[in-house]
């Protein structure tokens, strides 16, 4: 079964969602979906997310899920908006509390702030089979990016959120807490293990050197090409490569808004008692 796929690419955050079709029934799924927020202003949107939805309407299409592949760190989800507009249940991997746990402490969350995933309409383990029409979507744990990144497997396709780019960018880096790369490096390595043809739909693309903007590869390519991690790579390669590199790199420019909300299965924190809702900035973490 090859399911069709529709990507709808968020230049701002070089994010790429997907629709996912049922190729025999009007069943889809939605992957890693992008709240519009302007950091300058505060302000969120809604025109990314109302795209999606006009394409789904347009094509008579029923959402079953709406799916994350982790906890973003450099987007808000439209989750909870594209719920209430479409439908569907919102799902992530079932290690999210570890995440919730950690970065509710760093943004020092109130009580009431529950680290046991309930924000979410349903956790997903590992060989999990959920349905969408006639579409058996596998889960596979791929940790080492963040501790609760899944792999979404429908037919030939493989959902890799940012467990992996496109092989001319390599892969996710390791240093968010509870990263680890050599646990990414059997993360991918198991999902460079499905057949050659499997097609990689990857998190987000960054067009090194100019070129246009790509999100679909094949676990061959990965295999043969990519630069941080083929078939002619060891381990300790990796994880000396990821662990240098890592330490170069600046925090994404919207982590602080994001995982805050993001933990939250992507709803903003409840409006004071002014009616207002606030984002926390903790000072001298990242």
């Given at each position: 079964?090859?399911?069709?796929?529709?990507?709808?690419?968020?230049?701002?955050t070089s994010t790429a969602t997907y629709l996912v079709k049922d190729p025999d029934s009007n069943h889809a799924v939605i992957i890693d979906s992008v709240l519009d927020y302007y950091q300058e202003s505060g302000r969120t949107g809604t025109k990314t997310a109302d795209n999606i939805i006009t394409h789904i309407r347009d094509n008579?299409?029923?959402?079953?899920?709406i799916l994350e592949t982790h906890i973003h760190a450099d987007h808000l989800s439209a989750a909870p908006y594209l719920q209430e507009s479409l439908g569907g249940k919102i799902a992530i991997g079932n290690q999210v509390p570890v995440v919730q746990d950690v970065f509710s402490k760093i943004y020092?969350?109130?009580?009431?702030?529950?680290?046991?995933g309930s924000g979410f309409s349903e956790l997903l383990g590992e060989g999990q089979t959920i349905q969408a029409g006639g579409m058996a979507i596998t889960i596979l744990n791929t940790p080492g990016h963040t501790p609760a990144c899944v792999t979404y497997l429908v037919g030939d396709a493989a959902f890799v959120g940012d467990t992996l780019f496109m092989p001319d960018f390599g892969t996710a880096r390791t240093d968010f807490p509870g990263g680890d790369a050599s646990t990414l490096y059997k993360s991918i390595k198991r999902i460079l293990s499905l057949p050659d043809e499997t097609r990689v739909f990857i998190g987000h693309d960054y067009a090194p050197g100019g070129r246009d903007y790509a999100w679909e590869s094949t676990v061959k390519e990965h295999n043969q090409i990519n630069i941080h991690i083929n078939n002619d790579i060891t381990e300790d390669e990796f994880v000396k490569m990821r662990t240098d590199k890592d330490a170069t790199l600046d925090m994404p420019v919207l982590i602080l808004p994001s995982i805050q909300v993001n933990i939250r299965a992507g709803q903003l924190p409840k409006p004071e008692d002014n009616g207002v809702a606030y984002l926390k900035i903790p000072m001298n973490q990242f």
């Open positions: 079964m090859n399911p069709e796929v529709i990507t709808f690419f968020h230049v701002p008579g299409l029923t959402v079953d899920w020092n969350l109130d009580v009431d702030f529950l680290t046991d």
